[in-house]
Each structure stands twice: as structure tokens, then as C-alpha cells.
């Protein structure tokens, strides 16, 4: 596709339950960014990955968070036990490369809420 | 610390009148400077950047910011609002050392147009 993609665009899920999000980046696009917004919030950093390494995984707020990019494409965030607090919206940027993260281009988002 | 402040959570103007949505920045490094535009149900769009070239930085749909660093200020205007510009704004750097890849994002300045 033309952009960066996200599915689901909508997940719901109860407390506790196992979820993945994935996000397809743009053709080509070595590097590729997570990001959370929650409501009322700026997006704030969760990880980054440059081909298949995490460049930076600092943003992750715990160990339940765990994200992959095994083929240096298609990257899926996973969170374990999810709770009330994790419901906000994921988004997926990727860019040609690191050295080109000035120009980073988003996807839709993938809304997700805990109940 | 880097950290982007948005002076403003929400403003509100008349059709026709000028825009101002301010934002100061801090950074221990050169930093680049972004406004990115969030339209209700659409994903992140850029608007402009400021990477150390011009301090007068222009973008699309007729906005333009400014580079102050005696003021550390990236504030971001337009001539004349349209209805068309009301969404959420959002004032972003990046580090140029250490993490170099993420993005810190404002709180965000909802826009309100009215007619």
C-alpha cells in the first residue's frame, strides 16, 4: 500500500486477556516507530526498530509490553495482561531510515480499549 | 531533559483571523522542531519542520513557525483560519544525541474555528 497501515483499527478486549497489534510500514522503510496516545495526550514513544534489531525500547512502561519485527517488515506490538490503563490509541510510523526519522509518516491507529 | 510545552490547550478564533499556537521547547542538544495536525478520526499529518536550516520555516495549507532559540519558542501561525483548520495541533521535537530516533510530542492545542 501506498502509507502505513494498522490493524485492527478497533480491538476490544477484557482485563487480563492477551492482545497483538500489528503495523505495516511503508515499502522499503528500514526504520519503524510505536508510539500510545491516550485520551486528551500527545503520542508518547514506546519503541523503535531499525530492520529487525529495537533500536530503542526505553518508551515500553513495563514487561507486559513486548514488541517484534522478525523480518524487518511487518512489526506487532503484544501486551500481556492487559489492563484498564493500557486502552488508548497505538500508532505505527515508519521512515526509509534512522537517519531519515525527521520524516516519519503515521498510520491510522489502532484504538484499543480494555474493559 | 528534552520536553515540548504547548502554552495552550485549546484556541479558539473567527473565520478569517490570524492563528497563533505557541510552544517552547528545551533540549540539551540542536533539536529538530516539528508541528504535526491531528483531524478528528485521521491519522498524525505533518505541517512543517525546522531542522537548523531557515528560522522561518513555512508549511502546508499556509502555516508557517518560527525558530526563536533566544526565546527556546517554535510558535506556529497562519494569516487567516479557515473552518477547514480546526483539529488538534501538535508541537514536537526530536534529540539529535543519545535516542535519536523518537519523537516527544506536546500535550496538543485543540483549534476551534468558528464561522
Known amino acids: 500500500g501506498a502509507g502505513v497501515s494498522q490493524t485492527p483499527s478497533n480491538k476490544v478486549t477484557e482485563k487480563g486477556k492477551y492482545v497483538e497489534l500489528r503495523c505495516d510500514p511503508i515499502?522499503?522503510?528500514?526504520?519503524l516507530y510505536w508510539y500510545r496516545q491516550s485520551l486528551g495526550q500527545g503520542p508518547e514513544f514506546l519503541i523503535y526498530?531499525?530492520?529487525?534489531?529495537?533500536?530503542?525500547d526505553s518508551g515500553l512502561p513495563n514487561d507486559r509490553f513486548f514488541a517484534v519485527r522478525p523480518e524487518g517488515s511487518v512489526s506487532t506490538l503484544k501486551i500481556q495482561r492487559t489492563e484498564r490503563g493500557d486502552s488508548a490509541v497505538y500508532l505505527c510510523?515508519?521512515?526509509?531510515?534512522?537517519?531519515?526519522?525527521?520524516?516519519?509518516?503515521f498510520g491510522p491507529g489502532t484504538r484499543l480499549t480494555v474493559l | 531533559a528534552q520536553s515540548v510545552t504547548q502554552l495552550d490547550s485549546h484556541v479558539s478564533v473567527s473565520e478569517g483571523t490570524p492563528v497563533l499556537l505557541r510552544c517552547n521547547y528545551s533540549?540539551?542538544?540542536?533539536?529538530?522542531l516539528f508541528w504535526y495536525v491531528q483531524h478528528p478520526n485521521k491519522g498524525l499529518q505533518l505541517l512543517l519542520k525546522?531542522?537548523?536550516?531557515?528560522?522561518l520555516v513555512k508549511g502546508i495549507n499556509g502555516f508557517e513557525a518560527e525558530f526563536k532559540k533566544s526565546e527556546t519558542s517554535f510558535h506556529l501561525t497562519k494569516p487567516s483560519a479557515h473552518m477547514s483548520d480546526a483539529a488538534e495541533y501538535f508541537c514536537?521535537?526530536?534529540?539529535?544525541?543519545?535516542?535519536?530516533?523518537?519523537?516527544?510530542f506536546g500535550k496538543g492545542t485543540k483549534l476551534s474555528v468558528k464561522p
Open positions: 510510523a515508519s521512515s526509509l531510515g534512522l537517519a531519515d526519522a525527521d520524516t516519519q509518516y
Open positions: 515499502s522499503g522503510h528500514t526504520a
Open positions: 526498530f531499525q530492520g529487525t534489531g529495537a533500536a530503542d
Open positions: 533540549s540539551s542538544y540542536s533539536p529538530s
Open positions: 525546522y531542522t537548523s536550516a531557515a528560522t
Open positions: 514536537v521535537v526530536r534529540l539529535h544525541g543519545g535516542s535519536q530516533g523518537n519523537l516527544i
